[in-house]
């Protein structure tokens, strides 16, 4: 049993890191290189899913008193995964990836003969508590380009998540550290709110070109993101 909590901390981290490489290319989109910025962060997460998250797959596989005994080894990267393939789908779609929906693309990394790994509520919805961070980074991003519908959609979504998410997360079994994400969440949506509102109130320091782009050229908009 020691071993194989070993093996499974080793993979758990290799997904953590490879997820973050994701996460790192999906903020790499911008106006003129969305697709070609998501295609390949499409890849990017199939190959964390085939090299790294089979690994726990394959530790796991068949045998679901292990999955449930050992979950504090593997969850710190299955949260992450979550993270990454969510921020990426609402990228890609604008909607929020589900548990399902997740689940249903780990079934080829297991025997068919066998129960299929998967990601368990908890540490999807802890993934998806970090999800907004990312969100929040995404959405200053897309007012500095400019972008101020995109932000604004951004804005609307992680005021929906929070306001779903502060229903259950009291109830969870890791209500701890689910509240301790719920209050990062508070502050991200507050951060895209100002970021927001710092434009509509202040919409001339923003210049339009001939071809009818737009240029910041002030920093005075909420820099602390």
Request: glycine share 6%.
């Amino acid at each position: 049993m020691n071993d194989k909590r070993e093996r499974l901390v080793k993979a758990s981290r290799d997904v953590t890191q490879s997820s973050k490489k994701v996460i790192f290319q999906v903020h790499r989109v911008g106006k003129h290189n969305q697709q070609t910025v998501l295609n390949q962060a499409e890849k990017d997460i199939e190959g964390v899913t085939t090299q790294h998250v089979s690994r726990i797959a394959k530790e796991l596989q068949g045998n679901d008193n292990d999955a449930w005994k050992l979950r504090r080894a593997y969850s710190p990267g299955m949260q992450e995964y979550v993270e990454a393939a969510t921020v990426l789908e609402f990228c890609k779609s604008g909607k929020l990836l589900t548990l399902a929906d997740l689940n249903n693309r780990l079934t080829k990394l297991s025997d068919p003969s066998t129960s299929p790994l998967k990601i368990n509520l908890s540490d999807y919805l802890l993934g998806i508590g970090d999800l907004t961070g990312e969100l929040m980074r995404l959405a200053i991003s897309q007012v500095a380009d400019g972008e101020v519908e995109v932000a604004n959609t951004i804005c609307n979504f992680v005021r929906e998540l929070y306001k779903d998410l502060s229903l259950v997360a009291p109830i969870m079994d890791d209500s701890y550290e689910m509240n301790k994400k719920m209050e990062t969440m508070l502050q991200s949506l507050v951060k895209i709110e100002n970021a927001c509102y710092a434009v509509r109130i202040r919409g001339s320091e923003y210049i339009t070109d001939a071809e009818g782009e737009q240029y910041r050229y002030t920093l005075a908009l909420d820099e602390e993101g």
